[in-house]
């Protein structure tokens, strides 16, 4: 920027000098508020996306942790050669992971078949973000409040089962286990009760 020294002469005789911009202007204040009119329109463009990107990340990660545990519980069948049942319960964040071991101590018959009681041991708990509940793919009645359970067997296969993440506004982030090869699988989000697949 160049400046240009303008002398003026005051009554004391003194001469002051101003300075003043060569081929320069100041904004107006009509200039600023439509810049400031443009950087409100693109942040109100801008903040909704990254808001819906984050939730997105969040769901996806929600997702992998469960997926991850479920997987532990899988390993951990398969290592110690034993049942392990993953149970969380609709509406809730939490959930474990129990051993299951059959006792000796009483047999009890059922039809033609005896089966020993069944006890279980907790070995690990935990719990979702706060912006997660575990959500049922099968109608709860009300008031009833039935656990998901995903049982793990020594060989790696599971029982069958579908449920989900819900998140604060309402999306279903659905989980799916195949019996067969107990491999999981992440079915599409849904805004209502069904399962999209």
């Known amino acids: 920027m160049r400046f240009r020294a303008t002398g003026k002469r005051f009554s ?13 202007s100041a904004m107006t204040l009509m200039e600023v508020l439509i810049c400031l009119a443009l950087i409100l329109i693109s942040m ?11 939730e997105a990340d969040a769901a996806n990660r929600a997702v992998s942790d469960v997926s991850s545990i479920l ?9 110690n050669a034993n049942v392990y049942l993953f149970r969380c319960y609709p509406g809730e964040s939490t959930f474990e992971i129990l051993e299951v071991e059959r006792s000796n101590a009483k047999v009890r018959q059922t039809g033609s078949v005896s089966e020993p009681p069944v006890v279980m041991r907790s070995v690990m708990q935990g719990e979702l973000s706060s912006d997660f509940r575990f959500v049922s793919s099968q109608p709860v009645a009300r008031g ?33 286990v195949d ?7 992440r079915l599409r989000q849904s805004s209502n009760q069904g399962i999209k697949n």
């Open 179 to 185: 019996a067969i090869t107990g491999q999981l699988s």
């Open 144 to 176: 009833v409040q039935d656990s998901i359970g995903v049982y793990w067997l020594p060989d790696g296969t599971a029982s069958s089962q579908s449920f989900g993440l819900m998140d604060r506004s309402g999306k279903r982030h659905w989980i799916g």
């Open 12 to 24: 004391d005789g003194v001469t002051r000098r101003s300075q003043r911009f060569i081929g320069h």
């Open 71 to 79: 997987g532990q519980a899988r390993n951990m069948a398969i290592d």
């Open 44 to 54: 109100s463009v801008v903040i909704p996306n990254l808001m819906r990107l984050y």
